[in-house]
């Protein structure tokens, strides 16, 4: 019973990394095939962390705004 719904909750947190790419790590370890074929309640306590994540990351993110530039600078920490 526990593979058939973690299969399918895993499926649906694949589809959702379209749009959300910051869980998109933490669904590519869930979604592997030794996970998929015998989750144990651990693998499932993660995906429940997951979808707490994005239950509190709704409505966060970052907003574009047409300002007639047509340069785009973006900057970066690589240390």
Known sequence: MLTGRYQRLVGKLHYLT?????IAFAVSVVSQSQFLN???????????????YIKGAL?????????GHV????YSDAD
């Open 18 to 22: 379209i749009t959300c790419h910051d």
């Open 38 to 52: 015998s989750p144990c309640q651990d693998h499932w306590i993660v995906v429940i962390r997951i979808l707490k």
């Open 59 to 67: 409505g966060k993110g970052l907003i574009y705004e047409d300002r």
């Open 71 to 74: 340069r785009i600078v973006g």
